[in-house]
């Protein structure tokens, strides 16, 4: 792989403080983007390390660009703040990574209400949210990427436990993908949706202490997927929802180290 190929694009990148977001997001700059670092952590004090003005700050030892907007997508007014502020600071918007989520894993009769309530809005609302906000200014300069993090969960039992809410609010995810991806089409915005399997992310791992992980994911492998994808023509990439053994073959046939 070559490197800047995504020279003058700009990305937003939700979840982006640590996990598959921080990966993501040192990527997506590697690679040559401007990167908003985006998600509600910018400091340490919480059970997770990783905060977005860090990850700022390492984005540009590295050579990259990026800005830090502290964001809750599950606020819609705090959503089209970062969006405008992205627009007035970078100038236009390329690429939207739909990484941002939670979760509280429980099984159905444990799970309530409110458990779905706050997991459904943080992670299959909020992509419809980030989605709808960065979709005028894409249509206007006919150009765009979305991509969304989906999961595995939203097409098998996942193991260890995901629970329910997750696991539809991710399906919802795919099936929002390839809806919006027809739409968008004729105005050359790409939509994908990626599926990680079980990732050495903070908060998968705070949650599973005890689990064996030594067949999991690095969140680095999907770093190198979104920065693949974000590089492709959106006029005939488009509407597909991956697993990490659906593109990787395309990767190595493109030339891309895996």
Request: proline share 4%; with cysteine; charged share 20%.
């Amino acid at each position: 792989m070559g490197n800047k190929k995504l020279d003058g694009k700009v990305a937003i990148v939700t979840g982006a403080s640590r996990g598959i977001g921080k990966a993501i997001a040192l990527a997506l700059a590697d690679a040559g983007a401007s990167v908003t670092v985006a998600a509600r952590t910018v400091e340490e004090g919480g059970p997770l390390k990783g905060n977005i003005i860090e990850l700022t700050d390492e984005i540009k030892r590295r050579g990259g660009q990026a800005i830090p907007i502290q964001t809750n997508v599950a606020d819609e007014i705090g959503i089209e703040s970062m969006v405008q502020r992205t627009l007035d600071e970078m100038g236009h918007i390329d690429i939207l990574v739909n990484n941002a989520g939670t979760n509280i894993p429980r099984y159905f009769k444990d799970a309530t209400l409110k458990h779905w309530d706050i997991i459904t809005k943080v992670v299959l609302r909020s992509v419809v949210a980030c989605s709808k906000a960065v979709v005028p200014s894409m249509m206007a300069q006919k150009y765009g990427h979305i991509i969304n993090i989906s999961s595995l969960a939203a097409i098998t039992i996942n193991n260890p436990l995901t629970g329910l809410a997750y696991d539809v609010s991710k399906a919802g995810i795919n099936r929002f993908t390839w809806g919006l991806a027809g739409e968008l089409k004729e105005y050359n915005i790409a939509v994908n949706a990626l599926m990680p399997g079980n990732t050495t992310s903070e908060g998968w791992v705070m949650l599973n202490p005890d689990v064996n992980k030594s067949d999991w994911q690095m969140p680095e492998l999907w770093g190198k997927i979104v920065t693949f994808v974000a590089t492709r023509d959106p006029a005939t990439f488009t509407g597909r929802i991956l697993a990490a053994d659906d593109i990787q073959p395309e990767m190595a046939d493109a030339g891309w180290d895996i």
